[in-house]
């Protein structure tokens, strides 16, 4: 038994070195066939030092690095933001021009394989970094953000290793991944042709890499691309299906779109969880041009008419005591008929949240709270608490199904499991 347990050890150990050689060795060949940086590079030098820097500047904004390249209370771009995920904990790379731990050695080119494929001078990237939406950049806009981030301030701080689980810690395993699911473009979903809509492909499939977090994954971890924007469970806080039905079910049209986008806030909510960050660091500067070709590309050339939800036809009775709950806990904030209150809480008649098929997020919310908000334009939200310790489960469902059928057009149909699995 002691020979055959040598005997195997032996075999992984040349195994592994196989491995790796053999990915190595790939890894060459997808070098030398890298799309070319420098032509898109020197077309940049012709640009002055301050419309490159400005138009790097709003690449960058729209490309939310800072949200995982910017800790709270860190200095801008110097990485350490705490990533979690099925596969384990990831930390936000330094990007400032510090040549130790941050990008002052890359050149441009290195610069461009890093976020086209994932590759940097040293290592392969996890996908955590979201160069499968990224490779859609063109090189000319990689260039620019290049050149905005080489012209920030140097912060000399090392970054954690990731801490992933066994097998998604043998980093040279990303190679082989990428030729399986490192493809040039993801799949639309929506249809159009317009100048709008194309720009719009560009802002959110690539900038703004929406799929990343609005698409399901497969075993993998890699995106799955039958059902592109349809939603995803990979934090507390689900990404809902932002296709133009999904949409169009929770009420949304382009203009409440675009008012989300540019201040946080529309008649369909305010945006929490990591959209909160989102708004903050990126959309909100965006030009109305663009605000409006997003919303575009979201809804389709031809977008389908929003829908108002309306009480689902439930028993009322059976509903009462839901309707209790509501009065003694969210009234205060909310309104008897759930109207909200400006610059206190957001409406629930007709919410996004409420009025989405799947119950996951308006039960997190109930039992986690959402911390007190500050929107753009002078807007904000009192802190809501959460009621994991203050309502029981039984309490919790009754509170869950009198705003679905109320407020969200939906069944009273969540169960006390439901609410139990997703007690923190």
């Known amino acids: 038994m002691k020979r055959r347990t040598q005997f195997l050890c032996a075999g992984l150990a040349v195994a592994a070195v196989a491995l790796t050689v053999t990915a190595t060795w790939i890894d060459k060949i997808a070098m030398s066939y890298a799309e070319p940086m420098a032509p898109a590079f020197y077309k940049m030098q012709s640009i002055s030092s301050r419309d490159a820097f400005a138009r790097g500047r709003y690449l960058v904004k729209a490309a939310d690095c800072a949200a995982c390249h910017t800790a709270s209370g860190g200095a801008p771009f110097a990485g350490g933001v705490k990533l979690e995920s099925p596969f384990g904990t990831f930390y936000g790379s330094n990007i400032t021009p510090d040549r130790e731990h941050g990008i002052g050695a890359w050149s441009a080119g290195d610069f461009y394989r890093a976020v086209h494929d994932g590759v940097t001078p040293h290592k392969h990237l996890y996908p955590a970094m979201p160069y499968t939406s990224y490779r859609q950049l063109s090189a000319t806009d990689i260039a620019a953000m290049y050149a905005f981030l080489m012209a920030q301030q140097p912060v000399n701080l090392a970054i954690p290793a990731p801490i992933l689980k066994f097998p998604y810690n043998l980093r040279f395993g990303v190679r082989f991944w990428n030729m399986l699911f490192l493809k040039g473009t993801l799949p639309d979903a929506s249809s159009g042709q317009s100048t709008a809509w194309l720009r719009g492909r560009y802002l959110v499939n690539a900038l703004g890499h929406c799929a990343e977090c609005h698409t399901p994954r497969d075993a993998f971890g890699q995106l799955d691309k039958t059902k592109p924007l349809q939603g995803a469970a990979l934090a507390r806080i689900a990404a809902p299906d932002i296709t133009p039905a999904g949409l169009a079910r929770r009420g949304w049209n382009g203009s409440d779109l675009q008012a989300f986008f540019s201040g946080g806030i529309a008649p369909q909510g305010s945006a929490f969880g990591d959209m909160y960050p989102v708004v903050h660091l990126s959309t909100q500067y965006l030009t109305h041009d663009d605000l409006n070709a997003i919303s575009t590309y979201l809804l389709g050339d031809h977008a ?77 939200m009192q802190e809501m608490p959460g009621f994991a310790q203050q309502l029981s489960d039984a309490e919790l469902v009754e509170l869950v199904n009198y705003l679905r059928v109320s407020a969200g057009g939906q069944r009273a149909d969540v169960t006390a499991d439901a609410v139990a699995a997703l007690r923190p």
């Open 304 to 380: 389908a008419a929003p829908k108002h939800a309306s009480p689902a036809p439930e028993d009322a009775a059976a509903l009462t005591l839901g309707r209790n709950v509501y009065l003694a806990v969210c009234a205060g904030c909310h309104g008897a008929d759930g109207a909200g209150k400006p610059h206190i809480a957001v409406a629930l008649q007709g919410n996004s949240t409420v009025s989405q098929s799947d119950p996951h997020n308006l039960i997190v919310a109930l039992l986690d709270g959402i911390a007190a908000q500050d929107f753009p334009k002078g807007e904000s």
